[in-house]
């Protein structure tokens, strides 16, 4: 069984950073690309960034992009979302997923019913 936990969000003021982590339990961790997204009070849950099994490749949302960076450390089974210049409007419950695929382009990464394993979410808050 698959378990996904994320940790490392908070309060933040706006132009501040913070760093998420998802840690995957298992051992195939690397044989899967993994992505983020985050839903806001009232809003769909919406695409942030995707990676690919290697890493290789990253893909973002057009209103992260620039500000938020996706890694992955496969010897630790772990994957990460730097987020810089943070604005209120980043607000959201932030989960990470884990894709049915190894590589993955934009559609398939961006896309909500390819990922077959989701964590609990960690609240990010930006104050204006």
């Known amino acids: 069984q698959v378990q996904l936990v994320e940790s490392g969000g908070g309060l933040v003021q706006t132009g501040g950073s913070l760093r998420l982590s998802c840690a995957a339990s298992g051992r195939t961790f690397s044989m899967k690309a993994m992505g983020w997204f985050r839903q806001g009070p009232g809003k769909e849950r919406e695409f942030v960034a995707a990676?690919?099994?290697?890493?290789?490749?990253?893909f973002y949302a057009e209103s992260v992009k620039g500000r938020f960076t996706i890694s992955r450390d496969n010897a630790k089974s772990t994957m990460y979302l730097q987020m810089n210049s943070l604005k209120p409007e980043d607000t959201a419950v932030y989960y990470c997923?884990?894709?049915?695929?190894?590589?993955?382009?934009?559609?398939?990464?961006?896309?909500?019913?390819?990922?077959?394993?989701w964590g609990q979410g960690t609240q990010v808050t930006v104050s204006s």
């Open positions: 997923a884990r894709h049915r695929r190894f590589i993955i382009d934009y559609e398939l990464g961006s896309s909500y019913g390819e990922y077959e394993h």
């Open positions: 990676i690919t099994g290697p890493g290789g490749n990253t």
